[in-house]
């Protein structure tokens, strides 16, 4: 047995690469090991030794003077969003779904060259994120990898009824697509977002911020409709993400078994017992608030004006980040944004009082989990060879992270020494 193990590791050593990793944050254990050699054929990591080892005929890649990590897993994404540049009224009425589909393929390409290999994309519109995750899997377009939602699910008037605010016939093709009111019409677009390629169900059970007209403390799904929500996803063997920033919402969807809980803002010490309870995992999605924030105080105009008065009462606030992470509950990484910019979310999280290690957890290891992988969010032998590097010690400045040297997806290199590596795209 043993010997055909080993004949059969060094036939396949011929096209294998070695990573000589200075220094190892695996995504598992917080404590780094220095000098591991990390062993990849084809796709996937086949080991990790000690000491810098190079089996015969590998092609060795030298990061010895690295710190070497999992590549990182942004959990709350919009892939296909558009800028936050101009007016958004306007935009929202001049862009089409093809614009979208043109802007995602810059932003994947951003979010994969800044050492994001995975997303988990919690709504897009018109099918452009189930497209983009087809087109990144066949590779004719360079992206990380993807968990999409399709169509985020919610209630007329909600915060994904993009009519909303708007003259009554004022319309587009695509608005509207992801509306449910009832519990059998939840059920439904349910399944259906699952028929369309949809790994996950994103839900809308609280009002939102940058919608027009719709309270964010304000429950708009009744306890039915979120009931059938979860049923419908969990039948289908998919999680549930809840769109949370009323307490009410939040604590009903947490009592009701939804996966996770987006953004958090107005939960409380109950809620989050509740959350450390059910294991539910919780998004602060800080970057996105800091953000708006930013943007209501010095451009308010690129906002309209209702998103505007939402911001500005709910603050640049870390603290629920701050009240989650002492009561124990499960934190993942998710910045809420789409453009390249997303692991700036790392130093809000460390300012937050999450230690670098514990952030980097966030964005590995507690991503894979909340997604269900086994397959990402660790430098581990069996996961996809997911690899980034960074030059100097992200345990002690976190913002190393924005700095990433090294992309590696799947095995292939699209980023080395700081600048893009140029990979061969397939024809669709
Ligand atoms: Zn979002």
Same mark, same amino acid.
């Given at each position: 047995m043993l010997l055909a193990a080993s004949a059969l590791a060094s036939t396949a050593q011929a096209q294998d690469t070695v990573i000589h990793a200075?220094?190892?944050?695996?995504?598992?254990?917080?404590k780094p090991r220095e000098q591991v050699s990390i062993l990849i054929a084809k796709d996937r990591i086949t080991g990790v030794e000690a000491g810098f080892v190079t089996p015969a005929g590998a092609k060795v890649i030298d990061l010895s003077k690295a710190t070497v990590l999992p590549g990182l897993i942004?959990?709350?994404?919009?892939?296909?969003s558009l800028s936050r540049t101009g007016n958004g009224i306007a935009k929202a009425v001049t862009n089409s779904a093809l614009d979208a589909a043109l802007a995602s393929t810059v932003n994947v390409g951003k979010i994969l060259q800044s050492g994001v290999t995975t997303v988990r994309d919690l709504g897009g519109l018109s099918g452009v994120d189930i497209a983009m995750k087809k087109a990144i899997n066949q590779g004719s377009v360079a992206g990380p990898r993807m968990w999409v939602a399709g169509e985020a699910i919610g209630p007329t008037g909600?915060?994904?009824?993009?009519?909303?605010?708007?003259?009554?016939d004022v319309s587009r093709?695509?608005?509207?697509?992801g509306l449910a009111d009832g519990p059998d019409a939840v059920t439904k677009l349910a399944r259906t977002e699952h028929k369309l390629g949809a790994d996950q169900i994103k839900i809308m059970p609280s009002g939102g911020v940058?919608?027009?007209?719709?309270?964010?403390?304000?429950?708009?799904?009744?306890e039915a409709e979120i009931k059938a929500a979860v049923e419908a996803a969990h039948a289908l063997g998919m999680k549930i993400a809840a769109h949370g920033h009323g307490k009410g919402a939040i604590d009903v969807a947490v009592r009701l078994g939804v996966d996770s809980i987006e953004h =958090?803002? $107005? !939960? /409380?010490a109950e809620s989050w017992k509740l959350m450390k309870a059910k294991g539910t995992y919780f998004i602060p999605t800080l970057l996105t608030t800091q953000r708006l924030y930013e943007t209501a105080k010095t451009?308010?105009?690129?906002?309209n004006p209702s998103t505007v008065a939402k911001v500005l009462a709910m603050g640049p606030s870390l603290t629920k980040l701050t009240n989650a992470h002492a009561a124990g509950v499960k934190i993942a990484f998710g910045?809420?944004?789409?453009?390249?910019?997303?692991?700036?979310e790392a130093a809000l999280m460390v300012q937050a009082g999450m230690s670098p290690a514990e952030v980097i957890t966030a964005a590995t290891a507690a991503g894979a989990d909340l997604i269900g992988s086994?397959?990402?969010?660790?430098?581990?032998? =069996?996961? $996809? !060879? /997911?690899i980034v590097a960074v030059a100097g010690d992200p345990l002690a400045d976190?913002?190393?992270?924005?700095?990433?040297k090294f992309v590696m997806k799947g095995g292939k290199v699209y980023r080395a020494d700081g600048a893009p590596v140029f990979v061969e795209l397939v024809n669709p």
């Open positions: 200075g220094r190892l944050i695996d995504g598992l254990t917080t942004d959990s709350h994404t919009h892939v296909t909600g915060h994904n009824d993009w009519s909303h605010g708007y003259a009554e093709r695509d608005w509207g697509a940058v919608s027009q007209g719709d309270d964010p403390k304000a429950q708009l799904m009744s =958090g803002t $107005y !939960a /409380d451009r308010p105009e690129a906002l910045s809420d944004t789409g453009q390249g910019e997303n692991v700036k086994q397959d990402i969010g660790a430098v581990a032998p =069996g996961r $996809y !060879a /997911d976190i913002t190393e992270l924005e700095r990433v």
